[in-house]
């Protein structure tokens, strides 16, 4: 079970979902009030980038993945002062999340930005994208559902399109240039300091 504050109207008191249970796996469509596909993105940051792309993309509804609390207040904020009613706010392990909490094919598309890249050599096996990675994402992805991927860490990247482009089951596709539009504040942040965002997108075969 889950819980979402609300109000009598439609803009819920809170966009930041309580978890009653880590073991039962969550019903996205308790989660919003209209019924539509479902994106998630997994370490949402400030929310700059999904609050965004919330409002561009009214026909869809949205999970934004955070464990730091303050950076999900901040997702809240942000969405309420906007109106959003198709964007809520999860804390939680995206690692976990994927592979226990979102039912099989119910994700439309997630979206990895910028994750830690653990750069130092013995670290590297904490890294959200790995081999297991592609066998629970597509597990969780519906049918033609994309997994779209930025970074700056070159190494990361490397690693990223290894594990996706080795998996049959995913195929490299296009990311549609308004997404590419639609940056986080971590992307803000490299661009200004001329460092250039790596991206690629894989769909569930």
């Known amino acids: 079970m889950v819980s979402v504050k609300s109000s009598p109207l439609a803009q819920p008191l809170s966009l930041l ?9 969550l019903d996205p469509a308790s989660l919003f009030s209209t019924a539509q596909p479902l994106e ?29 609390l303050g950076r999900l207040r901040k997702l809240d904020r942000k969405g309420r002062r906007a109106g959003l009613t198709n964007l809520r706010g999860i804390r939680i392990e995206s ?12 994700v439309a598309a997630l979206h990895i930005y910028f994750p830690d890249p653990w750069p130092k050599r013995k670290h590297r096996k904490f890294r959200l994208i790995n081999e ?23 190494d ?42 790596q991206r690629a997108a894989y769909t569930k075969k």
């Open 17 to 25: 979902i309580r978890l009653d249970s880590i073991i039962r796996r």
């Open 40 to 68: 998630v993105e997994l370490g949402s940051g400030d929310g700059s980038f999904l609050v965004n792309y919330a409002k561009h993309r009214p026909d869809r509804n949205f999970l934004g993945v955070e464990r730091l």
């Open 95 to 106: 690692a976990y999340l994927v592979e226990y909490l979102l039912p099989p094919g119910s």
């Open 132 to 154: 297991r990675f592609a066998v629970i994402a597509h597990q969780v992805l519906a049918t033609g559902g994309v997994v779209y991927l930025r970074t700056d860490d070159q």
């Open 156 to 197: 990361y990247f490397t690693q990223m399109r290894s594990v996706f482009d080795a998996s049959p089951l995913f195929r490299l596709v296009e990311t549609d240039p308004e997404l590419s539009g639609i940056i986080t504040d971590f992307e803000r942040g490299f661009q200004a300091r001329g460092i250039a965002t």
